[in-house]
């Protein structure tokens, strides 16, 4: 299997991406939003909520692990994805515009919206939150590129099995969140 390599300018560049995509996704009609393509599918708007649940279990880690890492000896860093890690990340990972496989949603970060009670100011809210925190994530690489990448570990969300340093964490984050761009492009197609 070939090697990962992580760069903060990648990971940036992709997360301005997907910042675009859901800027744009505001401005669709409120029914576009909250109404599911299925039964049991997500809205485009549960989807968003999931990935602010998501992302909020590696919200704490990042901050910690990011304050307690060294400042690097050398310029920006270039991080290659352990073997366990690259599969976990790669897992996520869209293939084109196709997800891999379908995976089960762990209850934790199941999307707990009413969508009788949805208003226009609580599906503001919702885009708000995830703008607020996935601009912490950028904010975050960006301050990385500055910090020895190999020092601060953590366990993932999926328990003690995956434990990423952070350049690893971004890199799922931001894949797990352009999945879900996929999906959302397959509720809109």
């Known amino acids: 299997m070939a090697s990962l390599v992580l ?3 990648n990971q940036i560049q992709r997360l301005n991406h997907i910042f675009g995509k859901v800027k744009n996704l505001q401005g669709l009609p409120s029914e576009k939003l909250t109404d599911p393509p299925q039964k049991k599918a997500w809205s485009i708007i549960e989807i968003i ?17 990011l304050k307690a890492a060294p400042d690097a000896e ?5 991080f290659k994805a352990r073997p366990w890690q690259r599969f976990v ?3 996520q990972r869209p293939k084109g515009t196709v997800r891999k496989w379908k995976m089960k949603t762990l209850k934790r970060f199941e999307p707990l ?12 809210t919702i885009f708000d939150r995830f703008l607020t925190l996935y601009g912490q994530l950028k904010a975050s690489i960006v301050a990385s ?9 953590f366990t993932s969300a999926v328990g003690p099995i995956v434990r990423f340093y952070l350049p690893e964490a ?8 352009e999945r879900h761009m996929v999906q959302i492009d397959d509720i809109l197609a």
Request: aromatic share 10%; hydrophobic share 30%.
């Open 145 to 153: 590129r500055s910090k020895d990448m190999k020092q601060q570990r």
């Open 74 to 78: 050398k310029g920006s860093w270039s």
């Open 49 to 65: 909520e999931h990935l602010i649940n998501a992302y909020s279990f590696y919200e704490n880690k990042i901050e910690v692990a």
């Open 89 to 91: 990340i790669e897992s």
């Open 113 to 124: 919206i009413d969508r009788g009670s949805l208003t226009q100011e609580k599906t503001d």
């Open 7 to 9: 760069t903060p300018e």
């Open 170 to 177: 971004f890199e799922f984050l931001i894949c797990h969140a």
